[in-house]
């Protein structure tokens, strides 16, 4: 891949940095929202799909970025060092007007740092979980960046307090995805019968997660097969690798005989064709949570990040939909919890319930319209003022 080589005439120059697929969906909206502010801007840095297809230009895929855990990025470190160390040779090359860091926050903020020294103004897209556990990373945080962009209510005064600005812009899931799901449309479309169960599985964006997950997702697929014949499993992947390992681990478990409808993205008409989701922790869950589908999550990690994690831990939850409702409205299974037991009985209580999948779905409806806040909009007026204070 090469360097950043930004266009003479283009106004703004971007650095954009994202980290995974949730950011790649932040950062394609946030793009589509500042050319059409901007129509000369320019972004370049670490792209997923979504930000290609926006305009943006990656100098490293961003599968180099998606690796979770802290054992886990350990082992990455290395590599993880020498993309850092190349994206400040970049900008100190190109000098960019501005610098945007989305999500992925052990390796954005310490670029952003790096990059604000310059006087490059820096913006960070996603609070990390300060809230949750390692609150004492703010002061690095304000060290780092400019301007904070928020996707949770809660956050704005945590930071106001220390002294950081920041705007509380919403999630543009939240805007993109509709108030009323039409299942029955999109059961239409995949060609899945109105009448049939589906279950919706997401073992996770990265290979990491996949490998995690996929023996324990396709145990408890055919623990539910035997209770509910026939039911549907949609499983919706973002790359060819994690689809393979996936694929790997049915034969590995003689369960291809199960009715599996395996599908590159559409994770969106995956939840919303589904009665119940299984998926791995992450931003998933809050996607699940609009589509107002009854969600059942697991994790795995490495038993060392476990133990580390768990003992700074502030929250009872660790699934987006029940840390902004504040209330267990999603089970939650983790590591030696996570088994196939667990999340066959959960999922089956949800299956054989319809006035349980309601009420849930109601709660879901009030969570989205709370965070309906045009947030690509709001992202893109924070950062114009941002750049408009340079000019």
């Known amino acids: 891949m ?4 930004f266009n003479p005439s283009s106004w703004p120059k971007i650095a954009i940095v994202a980290g995974e697929a949730s950011g790649d969906l932040l950062g394609s909206s946030l793009i589509a929202e500042l050319k059409a502010r901007f129509p000369t801007a320019e972004f370049i840095g670490v792209a997923g799909p979504k930000m290609l297809a926006a305009g943006a230009k990656t100098i490293e895929p961003m599968e180099t970025l998606s690796v979770g855990g802290i054992v886990e990025v350990i082992k990455h470190l290395p590599g993880l060092l020498r993309l ?5 040779d970049s900008c100190k090359a190109s000098k960019p007007d501005l610098f945007i860091g989305i999500d992925a926050p052990d390796f954005n903020l310490g670029l952003a740092r790096k990059i604000k020294r310059m ?5 960070h897209y996603v ?9 004492e990373r703010i002061k690095k945080i304000k060290a780092a960046v400019n301007h904070i962009l928020l996707i949770l209510p809660f956050e704005k005064a945590i930071y106001e307090q220390a002294g950081v600005p920041a705007t509380y812009v919403g999630h543009p899931l939240a805007d993109q995805m509709p108030v009323q799901s039409n299942a029955a449309q999109t059961r239409e479309i995949l060609n899945i019968a109105q009448n049939a ?4 599985v997401l073992p996770g964006s990265r290979q990491r997660e996949v490998q995690a997950l996929a023996p324990l997702f396709i145990e408890t697929s055919s623990k539910l097969e035997q209770q509910y014949p026939g039911l549907v499993f949609l499983v919706p992947f973002i790359t060819r690798e994690t ?3 996936f694929e790997q681990e049915i034969w590995r478990q003689g369960a291809q005989h199960l009715n599996w409808r395996l599908m590159f993205g559409h994770s969106h008409d995956a939840m919303t064709a589904s009665d119940v989701v299984l998926l791995a922790s992450g931003t998933a869950a809050l996607e699940s949570m609009l589509a107002k589908r009854p969600t059942v999550v697991a994790y795995r990690v490495s038993d060392m990040t476990y133990r580390i ?3 700074k831990y502030l929250l009872p ?4 939909p029940n840390i902004i409702s504040k209330q267990f409205l999603v089970p939650e299974f983790l590591q030696a919890d996570a088994n196939s037991e667990n999340l066959a009985l959960s999922i089956s209580n949800y299956l054989s319930d319809n006035a349980l999948r309601s009420k849930i779905a109601d709660k879901f409806t009030d969570l989205h319209l709370s965070m309906r806040c045009s947030a690509s909009e709001r992202a893109a007026t924070a950062i114009q003022s941002l750049l408009q204070k340079r000019v």
Do not use: H
Request: no cysteine; net charge positive.
């Open 119 to 123: 006087g490059v103004p820096t913006v």
């Open 317 to 320: 939850y660790v699934s987006l």
């Open 2 to 5: 090469s360097e950043f080589n």
């Open 197 to 200: 169960q589906v279950l919706a």
């Open 127 to 135: 609070s990390p979980s300060i809230w949750a556990w390692r609150p």
């Open 309 to 311: 994690v768990k003992r």
């Open 84 to 88: 850092r160390a190349r994206l400040v």
């Open 243 to 245: 689809r393979q390992i």
